[in-house]
DNA sequence: CTACCGATATTCT
DNA sequence: GAATATCGGTAGA
């Protein structure tokens, strides 16, 4: 469906919230999208694409491709390209509702309450199975799909995102109220170690 | 519930 | 050498 790649042909930041109740399904599992962040170009510090690596090309690409990195080297995390190809720009996948294949998620993750499944970027991962290799995955046609919520939800909240030292006041975040699967903000996350300052 | 801390790939200094 | 788009275990309130 070229419907999807059009919705994803924009801006990050003004794409992130039409992903809020999208599904994401791999091998059996389904995922409703209830937390998001946006990620720019070489305008956006906090961003990968603030500079242009290896590991950040493929936000420099066509839209609609999933880009997974390795986070703290040990976390893999998965995005939604977006943008038309040539323009920066990625939404980040942080928490969603299991819907369909709890059990296999259960199974992966032993002793997690069904709502922690899928509540953060790493963890979101491990739920649905998304390794390193599925980075450049085409959304629309391979194992791994995404299909919007035919009703975009009207009612998401927007907040800074999560997690970053650069342009960390942006309210690029967005999240469905209300949901139990949504990460809790922490505002106190300056690292003991290294340097500090507040 | 909150707070600290270690694991460690990619990137930058 | 150090920071980072994180998480889960452990300790304490």
Same mark, same amino acid.
Request: aromatic content about 6%; hydrophobic content about 35%.
């Given at each position: ?22 599904? =994401? ?12 962040? +946006? ?10 694409? /603030? ?8 936000? /420099? ?32 996948? @942080? +928490? ?16 997690? +309450? ?11 991962? @491990?739920?649905?199975?998304?390794? =390193? ?12 799909? =995404? ?17 970053? @030292? ?7 975040? /967005? ?14 996350? +300056?690292?003991?170690?290294? @340097?500090?300052?507040?």
């Amino acid at each position: 469906m070229p419907e999807l790649l059009e919705a994803l042909a924009h801006p990050a930041p003004q794409v992130a919230p039409v992903l809020l109740g999208a599904r =994401l399904s791999v091998g059996g599992v389904t995922l409703r999208l209830t937390e998001v962040e +946006a990620y720019g170009g070489a305008d956006d510090a906090g961003s990968h694409a /603030f500079r242009r690596t290896p590991r950040s090309d493929i936000m /420099f690409g066509p839209p609609g491709r999933l880009y997974c990195y390795l986070s703290y080297g040990i976390h893999v995390c998965a995005n939604v390209v977006t943008g038309r190809d040539g323009e920066a720009g990625a939404v980040l996948l @942080r +928490a969603g509702e299991v819907t369909e294949g709890v059990e296999i998620v259960r199974t992966r993750r032993p002793g997690v +309450a069904d709502h922690r499944l899928a509540s953060g970027p790493g963890v979101l991962c @491990r739920a649905l199975g998304i390794e =390193l290799p599925a980075n450049g995955t085409d959304l629309t046609r391979g194992p791994i799909r =995404l299909e919007l919520d035919p009703e975009p939800p009207t009612n998401s909240s927007a907040g800074p995102r999560v997690g970053l @030292r650069q342009a960390a006041t942006t309210p690029w975040r /967005f999240w469905l109220p209300g949901e139990p699967t949504v990460t809790r903000y922490r505002a106190a996350l +300056a690292r003991g170690r290294g @340097r500090d300052g507040a």
